[in-house]
T-cell receptor
Framework: RKEVEQDPGPFNVPEGATVAFNCTYS??????FFWYRQDCRKEPKLLMS???SGNEDGRFTAQLNRASQYISLLIRDSKLSDSATYLC???????????FGTGTRLQVTL | NAGVMQNPRHLVRRRGQEARLRCSPM?????VYWYRQLPEEGLKFMVY????????ESGMPKERFSAEFPKEGPSILRIQQVVRGDSAAYFC????????????FGSGTRLTVV
């Protein structure tokens, strides 16, 4: 089983739709979790940290489910500019590095 | 407040040559991480360094690859005798602490081996 797994997509959604991505992780001792956004041929950019209590930033909501070992990202009212690849990243706690999923590609259309 | 600076942005090398990729972390950041991204693939961890120390090189190929982060100057990822399979985007990230708080990435170096 991979350390961090994501559905590669693509998710094709119309503008204004709500879309959700999940990311599962294998190490139950993992301590911190993040969502990154990566545009084509660009560097990943930190979108949100994911806290146990869940967190929201505008149209974006991230949640953590420790029991089932997954994190989620919900995007409401999708914009064309949300089209990108969304990477989840997990820090296992014992090693000071982030392990990334392969990313979920989102395409928002008119 | 400059971000993580990587250079060159694009690097073309012939098979057998050496590639040197440079990364200057954000001001105040003492932790540097190198990742490789092959086309249509995810980010693969290569090495984690602090000033003058390699902390974790578990993702680094055993041969031809090396990394350093000297007391003065940028971190360097060095690939000797490059092969076509080394063609990829190499991203450097830095953080002020261990990765618990997430990274900031540089814009990457795209290496093409011809």
């Amino acid at each position: 089983r991979k350390e961090v797994e994501q559905d590669p997509g693509p998710f094709n959604v119309p503008e204004g739709a709500t879309v959700a991505f999940n990311c599962t992780y294998s190490n139950s001792a993992s301590q911190s979790f993040f969502w990154y956004r990566q545009d084509c041929r660009k560097e990943p950019k930190l979108l949100m940290s994911v806290y146990s209590s869940g967190n929201e930033d505008g149209r974006f909501t991230a949640q953590l489910n420790r029991a089932s070992q997954y994190i989620s990202l919900l995007i409401r009212d999708s914009k064309l500019s949300d089209s990108a690849t969304y990477l989840c990243a997990v820090n296992p706690g014992t090693a000071s590095k982030l392990t990334f999923g392969t990313g979920t590609r989102l395409q928002v259309t008119l | 407040n400059a971000g993580v600076m990587q250079n060159p942005r694009h690097l073309v090398r012939r098979r057998g040559q050496e590639a040197r990729l440079r990364c200057s972390p954000m001001k105040g950041h003492s932790h540097v991480y190198w990742y490789r991204q092959l086309p249509e693939e995810g980010l693969k961890f290569m090495v984690y360094l602090q000033k003058e120390n390699i902390i974790d090189e578990s993702g680094m190929p055993k041969e031809r690859f090396s990394a350093e982060f000297p007391k003065e100057g940028p971190s360097i990822l060095r690939i000797q005798q490059v092969v076509r399979g080394d063609s990829a985007a190499y991203f450097c990230a830095s953080s002020p602490y261990e990765s618990f708080y997430g990274y900031t990435f540089g814009s990457g170096t795209r290496l093409t081996v011809v």
